[in-house]
């Protein structure tokens, strides 16, 4: 008996934000609202499939003839439409031929795989990551063993980015070491650098020889695509070498599926195919080939100018319904309230804002009011509908 193996695991946390959402799922209460996980929702409450996703579903029924295995680097056509649509066509990195793309298991993948790259390069190697950031972020890079530091981004119930803070954190940075960055829609804090931000930070991350990680897991769902995309795009523009790490989950609505990609952009056209070499190698030993399904999909989409006119129609339908939501709420939450403390909803980006509360006031608000954020008091607003705004409003202040 006493060789049995399992006996010596510890039992592990629950996720803290997976584990919500099924908690919600479970949650027999007709008032019950799920602001756990990430997802967009609708009006209804539901996540949709998106038109031109079920629209290219039937293509790809009609198009697969085989489910044998992608190579390493996964659909190389959704590879290439999402590369372009990324850093934009005519990006000079294309003609210069420094930037490769690896498909990934969703973005969470790409995060893996980028941590393992950083892995190989040097054991221990250090990455910056954000005070706050996604609470997975961590364990994703730290299961790659590379060293983790941070530096200020937000303070919870303020407006604005904590950037003058961030930049001195950053200035001890040592040449080399990674620098995790979120593109658009801050998870969890819904605070996006300005333009004239993301150029000072370009000129530092130059200075200090800095290699930037970007997670556009929101690429489209704050601002248009281009624009949502100025960030990463600059410092595309600026920096030697840098990898971004794109989802597909959010804007085409493929959670389930899985799409996803990492792009890498090295400093030379050899180095970059000896990058691709690596991101491939490593894919094999964590997943071998990614799954087909969820990229076809973007790919079709992406390769189809009415598909993609669809697509971008839902997406225009997703951002402006995140921004009615966030007034919406921002106006219930000073009625309930009475007073002007949560303002900051209004204006922020994307799915995600931290309501200021206390762990115990979290657990209260699922607990009595079967109301459902994280303990950090983060919350997805796209998760609020007409008709919840009123009752999730009231029940923050009433743990208040
Ligand atoms: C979130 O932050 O809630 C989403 O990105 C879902 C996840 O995997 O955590």
């Known amino acids: 008996m006493n060789n049995y193996r399992f006996k010596d695991l ?12 099924v908690q919600a799922a479970a949650d027999k209460n007709p008032h019950k609202v799920d602001l756990s996980a990430g997802v967009y929702k609708n009006d209804a409450g539901k996540t949709p499939i998106l038109q031109a996703v079920q629209q290219a579903e039937v293509l790809r029924q009609q198009k697969e003839d085989t489910k044998s295995y992608l190579g390493l680097a996964g659909d190389l056509r959704f590879n290439s439409l999402v590369a372009e649509m990324v850093l934009g066509k005519g990006h000079p990195v294309f003609a210069e031929q420094r930037v490769c793309t690896l498909q990934t298991t969703g973005g969470s993948g790409a995060i893996r795989i980028a941590a393992e790259l950083f892995k190989r390069i ?19 890079l730290a299961a790659a063993d590379l060293e983790l530091l941070t530096y200020p981004y937000y303070r919870v ?27 658009s829609c801050h998870n969890p804090c819904g605070e996006d650098m300005t333009h ?45 070498e840098m990898l971004i790490a794109w989802s597909g989950s959010k804007n085409f609505s493929l959670y389930r599926d899985r ?42 989409i992406l390769a189809d100018e009415q ?29 309930a309230s009475a007073c002007d403390r949560f303002e900051f909803v209004r204006h922020q980006k ?27 008091g983060r919350i997805n607003v796209a998760g609020i509908t007409a008709s919840s705004a009123e009752y999730v409003a009231t029940a923050i202040a009433r743990v208040i």
């Open 10 to 21: 510890p039992v592990c946390p629950d996720d803290p934000i997976l584990e919500l959402m």
């Open 122 to 140: 040097q054991r221990g190697a250090r990455v910056w990551v954000g005070n706050p950031t996604w609470a997975n972020h961590i364990p994703l």
């Open 157 to 183: 119930g303020e407006a604005g980015v904590l950037f003058g803070e961030m930049m001195q954190a950053l200035q001890a940075a040592e040449p080399g070491d990674l620098v995790l960055l979120q593109g």
């Open 196 to 240: 004239d931000q993301w150029r000072q930070l370009a000129d530092l991350l130059v200075e200090r020889r800095l290699v930037p990680l970007v997670d556009a897991a929101y690429h489209g769902l704050a601002e248009p695509m281009d624009q949502d995309a100025f960030g990463w795009r600059h410092l595309a523009s600026r920096v030697p």
């Open 259 to 300: 799409a996803g990609a990492l792009i890498a952009i090295a400093a030379t056209p050899e180095r970059t195919k000896a990058v691709m070499t690596n991101l491939m190698n490593i894919s094999r030993v964590v997943y071998s080939v990614p799954p087909a399904h969820g990229a076809a999909l973007v790919a079709e």
């Open 307 to 335: 598909l993609h006119t669809i697509w971008q129609d839902e997406l225009l339908t997703m951002r402006e319904r995140i921004i009615g939501v966030r007034e919406r709420f921002a106006d219930e939450l000073a009625a």
């Open 350 to 376: 994307g799915m995600f804002s931290f309501m200021p509360l206390s762990s115990e006031q979290a657990q209260a608000l699922r607990r009595e009011h079967s109301v459902y954020l994280l303990d950090s």
